[in-house]
């Protein structure tokens, strides 16, 4: 079993930055595929990053995002940059084991997830 803890969401401005933090409980952190996605009111929820020994990125977020981990924190990072306010949304952190590199971006293959941290970003 894995907790998920988001952190650092908030209210910023078009063009701004924010780091969202994910702390998960567990020893064996460092074997789970990790990930980000969100969801904005009346909207699926959708991929945004995730990463095992490699990164993926939706493309909406190619170049502005970055995801990252600290095995030894078991935390896993989203660095946003150069924020829009299509970007707002409830954001999620999620875990998952063995995700096949097809199913990554498909919310249903992720077996743990975090209760979300809210960002918005104002025009």
């Known amino acids: 079993q894995v907790q998920l803890v988001e952190s650092g969401g908030g209210l910023v401005q078009a063009g701004g930055s924010l780091r969202l933090s994910c702390a998960a409980s567990?020893?064996?952190?460092?074997?789970?595929?990790m990930g980000w996605f969100r969801q904005a009111p009346g909207k699926e929820r959708e991929f945004v990053a995730s990463i095992d020994w490699s990164t993926n990125y939706a493309d909406s977020v190619k170049g502005r995002f970055t995801i990252s981990r600290d095995n030894a924190k078991n935390t896993v990072y989203l660095r946003m940059n150069s924020l829009k306010p299509e970007d707002t949304a409830n954001y999620f952190c999620?875990?998952?084991?063995?995700?096949?590199?097809?199913?990554?971006?498909?919310?249903?293959?992720?077996?743990?997830w975090g209760q979300g941290t809210q960002v918005t970003v104002s025009s």
């Open positions: 999620a875990a998952g084991y063995g995700i096949s590199s097809t199913r990554i971006k498909v919310a249903r293959s992720w077996d743990y």
């Open positions: 567990g020893r064996t952190f460092s074997t789970y595929d």
